[in-house]
């Protein structure tokens, strides 16, 4: 019974991990962040979809950061007063 229960977990375990592995690699999506240009670019109040869809992006914000395409608008002020509008950290990259 007891061999049974590892085996359990041990399978619980495995399926977590790939899940999670899996959720990052299609977690980075810039243009989910395009319901944010007014916002970034403009300098407008977030919405509350833009908040939300920065939180599902929040782990790949240094990514951006990196990105030649997208570094200037992550680093920007606007994009800075953005993130403190939602709620989110400004990372540290």
């Known amino acids: 019974m007891a061999a049974k229960a590892v085996v359990a977990v041990a399978l619980a375990l ?15 999506n810039a243009g989910e962040l395009a319901v944010c240009a007014p916002a970034i670019i403009g300098g407008a109040a977030p919405t509350a979809g833009c908040c939300s869809n920065l939180r599902s992006q929040e782990g790949c914000f240094c990514q951006y950061a990196r990105n030649p395409a997208y570094s200037r608008y992550i680093n920007s002020p606007n994009a800075r007063s953005t993130l403190k509008s939602c709620g989110i950290a400004i990372p540290s990259c």
Request: aromatic residues 0%.
């Open 14 to 28: 495995a399926l977590v991990a790939a899940a999670m592995g899996g959720a990052s690699a299609q977690q980075c």
